[in-house]
Every structure is written in C-alpha cells, then in structure tokens.
T-cell receptor, first 113, second 113 residues
Framework: DQQVKQNSPSLSVQEGRISILNCDYTNSMFDYFLWYKKYPAEGPTFLIS?????DKNEDGRFTVFLNKSAKHLSLHIVPSQPGDSAVYFC????????????FGKGITLSVRP | DGGITQSPKYLFRKEGQNVTLSCEQN?????MYWYRQDPGQGLRLIYYSQIVNDFQKGDIAEGYSVSREKKESFPLTVTSAQKNPTAFYLC????????????FGSGTRLTVV
C-alpha cells in the first residue's frame, strides 16, 4: 500500500515558467513533509520541508504548499531553470517514535531552455 | 566536513558471489538506512537501523544482510540469494530529532554479470 503517491511520473516545462510538482498521501499520522532532488547517479539532496502545522513554506525559488484536509502537498519552482531538471521525491514522517521517512516514487522534471 | 560516504562508486561482481557495500558517516547520526533505486521504482527500503547493534527489515530485505556494530558504519551485503542485484544502492543517515531529514551518500552502482 503506497502511502505517499506522486502520480505523475514526469513533467516538462519551459525555462522561466512555473513548475508544479504534486504529492498525495493517505496516512493521516504524517506530520512532517520533505522534498528531495536527485540527479542521475547521485544521492538525493534535501530541498525544502514543511510541518503539518503550516500550510506554506518558502525558500528562494521553491515553495511548498500543504493542504491537510486534502492530504495533498505541492512544490512550486518559480522561475524554472534548466539546472532544475532532476527527479523530485516527496517524503513524509509519521508522528510515531520511529522517524523513518516514507518516499514517493518520484517525478522527473525536465526544464526546456 | 561531516558527511556520509559510500564506496565504491561502481562495483562489478559475478553472479553467485556475495558483495558488501560500504557506508560510513561522521555526522553522529543515530539512524541509518539502505535503499535501492531501479528505473520507475523510486526508492525502496532494504534495511534500516535506529541504533547500534539493532536493525530492521525494510520492504525488500530478502537476499540482503546488514550489520551495525558501530554508530558510524552500516555495511550492506548483497548475497547470492538476491535474484536481481543489479541496481543503484543508496545509503542515508538521519538525526532522529528535528529536522528529520536524511543525508544521503552518493550511491553505489552494482552490476552483476
């Protein structure tokens, strides 16, 4: 049972436009959410996170929105740059003592020059 | 600088041989994780350890073994029982408290011929 879902496997956007990457979850016990970025043959790197007590967190060109009632979060990248082309993973943490993250399958973002 | 190191970057082994992938961290993190990445499969959890001398199976533990004798080290052995061992393997460590995020290594590409 997949608790974190990234239903769109890929997204292609024009340089300078907005990229919106979506993530849905099913576990109501998730209380913290993170986005990771991964280039081929490298390890993922942390991008941005949000606590369940907030609905928005912003860091430069990256903003994450959380809609708890819909169990949905999204990552907005504005403006998109060719260097943003990568796989983006959504991850979530349960409120339990075990802080293990649950990852989605990832979205491949391609930013066209 | 603190970080997490996986070695080697590329590894080739003959079918039927066991092979051990190294993962070392100097971040003083309690928890460590092993993931496998295959095309279209996202990150799949193999094993994880929340504390020294203790570890738990993840979603795809069959054919793998681990040990956690030191806080800094979490080696993964891919045994001959693993039916499809060719993959990209990622190790991660985590400070169990806030901010919860993982620090990933740069990965090991294992090819079994």
């Amino acid at each position: 049972d997949q608790q974190v879902k990234q239903n769109s496997p890929s997204l292609s956007v024009q340089e300078g436009r907005i990229s919106i990457l979506n993530c849905d979850y099913t576990n109501s016990m998730f209380d913290y959410f993170l986005w990771y970025k991964k280039y081929p043959a490298e390890g993922p790197t942390f991008l941005i996170s949000i606590s369940s007590i907030k609905d928005k967190n912003e860091d430069g060109r990256f903003t994450v929105f959380l809609n708890k009632s819909a169990k949905h979060l999204s990552l907005h990248i504005v403006p998109s740059q060719p260097g943003d082309s990568a796989v983006y993973f959504c991850a979530a943490k349960d409120t339990g003592a075990n802080s293990k993250l649950t990852f989605g399958k990832g979205i491949t973002l391609s930013v066209r020059p | 600088d603190g970080g997490i190191t996986q070695s080697p970057k590329y590894l080739f082994r003959k079918e039927g041989q066991n092979v051990t992938l190294s993962c070392e961290q100097n971040l003083n993190h309690d928890a460590m994780y092993w993931y496998r990445q295959d095309p279209g499969q996202g990150l799949r959890l193999i094993y994880y350890s929340q504390i020294v001398n203790d570890f738990q199976k993840g979603d795809i533990a069959e054919g793998y073994s681990v040990s956690r004798e030191k806080k800094e080290s979490f080696p993964l052995t891919v045994t001959s029982a693993q039916k499809n061992p060719t993959a990209f393997y990622l190790c991660a460590s985590q400070n169990r408290g806030y901010p919860y995020g993982y620090t990933f290594g740069s990965g090991t590409r294992l090819t079994v011929v």
